[in-house]
Every structure is written in C-alpha cells, then in structure tokens.
C-alpha cells in the first residue's frame, strides 16, 4: 500500500524556521512531481511549493525567498523548509506527490496523485 507520510510541524515563533519532511512508503514505480499545499482555517488549499522530477522549483510568491523546496529521490522524500516565518504562514500543510505503483510484472500503474496526511504549522508569538 502506498502512503504519503509527513514529518514536522509545530509551534514557532515568528522569524523561526520549520522543517516538514514527507515520505513515500510502499514499492514505487516512479515519482514525478511532489509539491506542498496549505490551508489555512476558513480559506482554499493553495500551493506553496512543487519540485519536478528533474528538480524544477516554483513557489507561491508570498513565500519565494523565504521557504525552499527539496526532494531526495533515493529516499522517496520531499522536504519544505520554512524560514522567516510569518504568523500568515499558520496553516495545515500537506504533501502531494503524482506517482505509480510498482505492478507484481514489474510495470508500472497509471500515474495518481497521492496525499500526505497534513501537519500543523503555527506561527505565534
């Protein structure tokens, strides 16, 4: 069975720095795209941060400069670390990663999107 599992989160004061961590457990085939979302309460989950397999990066412009996305592909682990955090930045986080399965004759499934299961961040002083 294959799961996204998320590390990280917290409690920081503004200015602190996070890191969330999340990993692909299960037998993979291949993983294209991993990204970070956030909702924040009463608002759309927005995305932060996606890194292609190739290691193309592009953020959402309230957090360029400020968080970096990173990806360990032997691993099968993505990483979002936040710096110059701001009380703004309090959400629920969630990976997401568009992968496929690795099939008993050794193919590989049609390519879904997966979801970790959320971390807390909150900024306060």
């Known amino acids: 069975q294959v799961q996204l599992v998320e590390f990280g989160g917290g409690l920081v004061q503004p200015g602190g720095s996070l890191r969330l961590s999340c990993a692909v457990s299960g037998s993979i085939f291949g993983i294209d795209y991993m990204r970070w979302y956030r909702q924040a309460p009463g608002k759309q989950r927005e995305l932060v941060a996606r890194i292609t397999s190739e290691g193309f990066r592009k953020y959402l412009d309230s957090v360029e400069g400020r968080y970096t996305i990173s990806r360990d592909n032997a691993k099968k682990t993505v990483y979002l670390q936040m710096n110059s955090l701001k009380p703004e930045d309090t959400a629920v986080y969630y990976c997401?990663?568009?992968?496929?399965?690795?099939?008993?004759?050794?193919?590989?499934?049609?390519?879904?999107?997966?979801w970790g299961q959320g971390a807390q961040v909150t900024v306060s002083s």
């Open positions: 997401n990663a568009r992968l496929s399965k690795l099939l008993t004759a050794g193919w590989g499934s049609q390519y879904e999107d997966y």
